[in-house]
């Protein structure tokens, strides 16, 4: 027998199609248009996107979505604190009362945002912004470095959560020399008491007599956790700092200080939780 060929049907259902998928997006997009909302291409320029004519073409190109649907026409207005906005699949925060920190945590500090007894703590760095934030995890008092901020409960829960495996980054000082085969040991796993701890992965950044600078990532979020897996190799910490919570690097931030996400780390902490 021979093949069947395509008839006029086929054709018409085939021309069809990109036709209905684009009748589809638009009223998708109609579907989320609120009229007392504001232009998206102003939204995107006001989050940072770029120039308004940029956000535009960007909408032009289909590479704007708006709550799951692709936006090609500039008439659509949308409401900022409501509508999941994303650009080339990277969610863009539109919500003009969020609010996302990074703070360089000093050693003394309390990972709290009040202290009764009135010791150091986080707030005491952001007392002074309207906003009610929440910190993203722990360092505990002897540590120093990054720890995030945000007025974001959602992000900041799901940051923290063990099941989105967000890496972290710190730099330890231990103990000299470091054993070769350190690196491997941490990487396969090291029984602790409330379970067993693999470091993604360990490098030595400096060594001197007596003492030496390592890396260690890992998604762990346990208490003292690098403490307590380096004291079991038999390399108690010196000093410990976190350096890195997913894309967000701590950089040249001065102790102390507080500087503002980027729209790109932002996107990608989105990403990496499911937001």
């Known amino acids: 027998m021979s093949p069947r060929r395509p008839g006029p049907a086929d054709g018409q259902r085939a021309a069809r199609t990109p036709r209905a998928a684009r009748a589809d997006t638009s009223q998708a997009a109609v579907a989320q248009h609120d009229p007392d909302g504001v232009r998206l291409q102003k939204v995107l320029a006001l989050a940072g996107v770029g120039s308004r004519r940029a956000c535009e073409e960007l909408i032009e190109a289909g590479r704007v979505r ?3 649907a692709v936006v090609r026409g500039q008439g659509l207005r949308v409401d900022p604190e409501c509508a999941v906005i994303t650009v080339d699949g990277m969610r863009v925060d539109t919500r ?25 703590c986080l707030g005491d760095y952001v007392g002074d912004r309207p906003e009610r934030l929440f910190h993203v995890g722990r360092l505990d008092a002897d540590t120093d470095g990054l720890i995030l901020l945000t007025n974001d409960g959602e992000l900041a829960h799901r940051l923290a959560h063990p099941s989105y495996e967000v890496a972290k980054t ?10 070769r085969d350190l690196g491997a040991r941490l990487r396969a796993g090291i029984d602790l008491d409330d379970g067993p701890v693999r470091v993604d992965s360990f490098r030595v950044l400096a060594a001197a007599p007596g003492h030496a600078l390592v890396e260690l990532v890992l998604h762990e979020g346990r208490k003292h ?51």
């Open 66 to 68: 708006v709550d799951g």
């Open 170 to 179: 710190y730099v330890a000082e231990i103990d000299a020399p470091v054993p």
């Open 96 to 120: 003009t009362s969020s609010v996302h920190l990074a703070l360089n945590k000093p050693r003394g500090v309390l990972s709290t945002m009040s202290d009764p007894q009135g010791r150091p």
């Open 225 to 275: 956790v690098v403490r307590r897996v380096l004291a079991a190799t038999g390399h108690p910490v010196r000093r410990l700092s976190r350096t890195q919570i997913g894309p967000v690097r701590l950089g040249e931030l001065r102790p102390g200080r507080t500087r503002v996400l980027t729209r790109v780390e932002l996107g990608e902490l989105f990403a990496q939780v499911g937001l």
